[in-house]
């Protein structure tokens, strides 16, 4: 199957700094990626769908100054979590679709995100 | 009422057991329908992928849609503690569309 990297797969970092996370899909082109974050024991979360070369599209409740969606390219899609507060602490993990076929989504590994 | 909705488990089975993991639907548009496996603090991994209505076979897994009942099912056959994860259902209406995931059920195989 397609293959989906992440990183970094976990960051501890002080409040009011900012994270940076990258999605890379690595044998495919994916003109859209997805962001999710995941509380333990907790369903996916989807925090907003990333189209190349357009704005992201937020979900209803998820700050867009916040978490700031970047993707450049066809198999680069960046989070930023700005000004990072305890709350923020979660496990975020982006999806790229594949374009060819099916269209079906691949998931990254996750980032674990740790806000002191 | 969700989309989707799933079995919320959780599902503890001996070894060797035959698993089914169920979801319903709601939308009639879904044609697109997905499993996945999660295992404890890692992303999600596709399984089996369905297009309409039917079943589909890879090894251990079966996976069935029943569209008339808006219901898919996922069948394990012959359980292994290594299966043991949660399994999330995902389904889609066009091929370009957003994903809807269910809200997961955590299996648990027991050697």
């Known amino acids: 199957g397609a293959v989906v990297s992440q990183h970094p797969s976990w960051v501890i970092c002080k409040s009011g700094t900012s994270v940076k996370i990258e999605c890379r899909s690595l044998?495919?082109?994916?003109?859209?990626m997805f962001w999710y974050r995941q509380f333990p024991k907790q369903s996916l979360m989807l925090m907003a769908t990333s189209n190349e070369g357009s704005k992201a599209t937020y979900e209803q409740g998820v700050e867009k100054d916040k978490f700031l969606i970047n993707h450049a390219s066809l198999t680069l899609s960046t989070l930023t979590v700005t000004s990072a507060h305890p709350e923020d602490s979660s496990f975020y993990i982006c999806?790229?679709?594949?374009?060819?076929?099916?269209?079906?989504?691949?998931f990254g590994p996750g980032t674990r995100l740790l806000v002191l | 009422q969700k989309e989707v909705e799933q079995d919320p488990g959780p599902l503890s089975v001996p070894e060797g057991a035959i698993v089914s993991l169920n979801c319903t639907y709601s939308?009639?548009?879904?044609?697109?329908f997905m499993w996945y496996r999660q295992y404890s603090r890692k992303g999600p991994e596709l399984l089996m992928y369905t297009y309409s209505s039917g079943n589909k076979e890879d090894g251990r897994f079966t996976a069935q849609v029943d569209k008339s009942s808006k219901y898919i099912s996922l069948f394990i056959r012959d359980s292994q503690p290594s299966d043991s994860a949660t399994y999330l259902c995902?389904?889609?209406?066009?091929?370009?569309?957003?994903?809807?995931f269910g809200d997961g059920t955590t299996l648990t195989v027991k050697p």
């Open positions: 999806s790229a679709r594949d374009p060819q076929g099916s269209g079906t989504q691949y």
């Open positions: 995902a389904m889609r209406g066009t091929n370009a569309g957003k994903s809807t």
């Open positions: 044998d495919f082109q994916a003109t859209t």
């Open positions: 939308n009639s548009a879904f044609q697109y």
